[in-house]
């Protein structure tokens, strides 16, 4: 289950604003791997990726690169991390909140890929298992354009 506070949390659009622009900006290589927020709050991050053929990791079936999946999972996974944390610390500025990226790292990943990452386009879902004052975890998704599981992952991320 998402840790959240129990009070249902609405970030305010400039957080939001801040938000993606650090995940689809100011973090190069996810705008290098196409990454597109689709939605952010405090139980969920889901983004999207559109198959490109510099992302194909085998020619002879045109399927994603296992780093790629790698990559977009981890970014995920810390997103809603930050997003968990973000919704605990709601009486500081949505500056404040965005602020606190500085200190985020990945410590561990570990990503199983179930089924060849085939298609036109990939949804990615994650969500905070549990944040704490200096870790947080999450459990991540990377689907197929019709909804199948294609890969899952686990992180850990130094919050401060």
């Known amino acids: 289950m998402p840790q959240h506070p129990t009070s249902p949390v609405v970030f305010e659009p400039e ?20 990454l597109k927020l689709v939605s952010v709050t405090p139980d969920e991050v889901v983004a999207r990726i559109d198959m490109r053929p510099e992302l194909v990791g085998h020619y002879a079936y045109n399927r994603i690169h296992g780093g790629v999946i790698s990559a977009v999972l981890d970014a995920i996974g810390s997103a809603a991390v930050m997003a968990c944390l973000a919704a605990k610390h709601m009486k500081e500025s949505p500056e404040e909140r965005l602020e606190r990226f500085a200190k985020l790292g990945t410590i561990d990943l570990r990503v199983d890929y179930l089924r060849p990452g085939i298609g036109e386009h990939f949804t990615i879902h994650a969500h905070a298992l549990r944040v704490g004052t200096r870790v947080g975890t999450s459990r991540m998704e990377f689907r197929g354009p019709d909804g199948t599981l294609m890969s899952t992952g686990t992180g850990a991320y130094i919050v401060s």
């Open 15 to 34: 957080y939001l604003e801040g938000f993606r622009q650090i995940y689809e900006e100011k973090i190069v290589f996810n705008h290098t791997l196409g």
